[in-house]
């Protein structure tokens, strides 16, 4: 997939990097306590805003296990990735992809956070086990791709996706940011991310072996 074709891209060397780089959880905090002060000063809110004024506020409040998670976690590699790898950007054909579409500019990310973007896609997440049950076998197959990828980087994959969900405000913010972007679909969209995330959370609270894939299912 793109985390193989892309990892000698000249924009940026292929390097291992601390896992706590995901996010500046410091600058996240910051962020969460600016919006959360801009909703509490509107003088009414639809009921879409008080969701996502509170489920920011839920979110502000896991920063600080985040934080533990992330340092927890190895080295991790960063590369050049495609940016944006969910699923309404893998075109296929039958069970086989035949397309990748919509790169975003080139910029060195985790490569963990690159496979979060599918297997932890909030529209799988939220369907049921299954996403945790063939997780084994997604990992297999980008490994197959590309077998020069750590292991590591592999098996933080459930950690970092959650990481960078839970800390994360789209589309939380957008009623503040960009009230035009806000319609049924992406509401739809910002309760299913946010189920997702706490989803996963409580999945690696449940099964730590999760936060590092076991390597035997590699």
Do not use: K
């Amino acid at each position: 997939m793109s985390f193989g074709c892309l990892a000698d891209h000249p924009a940026a060397a292929s390097v291992q990097q601390p896992a706590t780089r995901l996010r500046d959880l410091e600058q996240t905090r910051s962020h969460f306590d600016w919006l959360i002060a801009q909703y509490q000063i509107r003088p009414e809110l639809n009921e879409f805003e008080t969701w996502a004024l509170q489920a920011l506020q839920y979110r502000r409040a896991l920063l600080p296990a985040i934080a533990v998670m992330l340092e927890a976690l190895p080295d991790l590699t960063t590369q050049i990735v495609h940016g944006d790898l969910a699923s309404p950007n893998l075109l296929l054909r039958g069970d086989q992809v035949a397309a990748v579409v919509d790169f975003q500019p080139p910029r060195p990310r985790f490569v963990s956070w690159e496979i979060a973007r599918i297997a932890c896609d909030p529209r799988t997440v939220m369907l049921g086990d299954e996403w945790r049950v063939r997780l084994p076998d997604l990992l297999a197959s980008y490994r197959a791709e590309n077998p020069s990828i750590a292991l590591d980087d592999l098996a933080c994959t459930v950690a970092i996706g959650c990481a960078y969900t839970v800390s994360s405000s789209y589309p939380l913010a957008e009623p503040i940011l960009n009230p035009g972007a806000v319609h049924p679909a992406l509401q739809a969209y910002a309760r299913a991310r946010h189920d997702a995330a706490l989803r996963l959370l409580a999945e690696l609270d449940a099964t730590p072996q999760l936060r590092r894939q076991p390597r035997t299912c590699l």
